[in-house]
């Protein structure tokens, strides 16, 4: 089974930093994105930033210049560099994996179970 584990949250003042990850394991034959999103209470879930298997990566805007999305592919590990944060990023952190287990398996996304990121004014 492939199991997704997020770890890196906590409280950090505004203009701080954070580092979250995101380590896949378990029967994985290839990953073809890794993503983070965030959802704060009251709000939809969004999409923070993507990084697919050539490395190419994309970021919201509202987080464009301040995160940075990285992947240590030796260790099926996703990474989320936060600087400068806002307390408008305080959120629940999820990672997920479109990834297949087999090579005549189908493509399917995995979710890891959240990490809570508080940024105090």
């Known amino acids: 089974q492939v199991q997704l584990v997020e770890s890196g949250g906590g409280v950090v003042q505004s203009g701080g930093s954070l580092r979250l990850s995101c380590a896949a394991s378990g029967s994985i034959f290839s990953i073809n994105a890794m993503t983070w999103y965030r959802q704060a209470p009251g709000k939809q879930r969004e999409l923070v930033a993507l990084?697919?298997?050539?490395?190419?990566?994309n970021y919201a805007d509202s987080v464009k210049g301040r995160f940075t999305i990285s992947r240590d592919n030796s260790k099926n590990t996703v990474y989320l560099q936060m600087n400068s944060l806002k307390p408008e990023d305080t959120a629940a952190y999820y990672c997920?994996?479109?990834?297949?287990?087999?090579?005549?398996?189908?493509?399917?996304?995995?979710w890891g179970q959240g990490t809570q990121v508080t940024v105090s004014s």
């Open positions: 990084i697919k298997s050539g490395g190419s990566t």
């Open positions: 997920n994996a479109v990834l297949r287990e087999r090579w005549d398996q189908p493509w399917n996304n995995y």
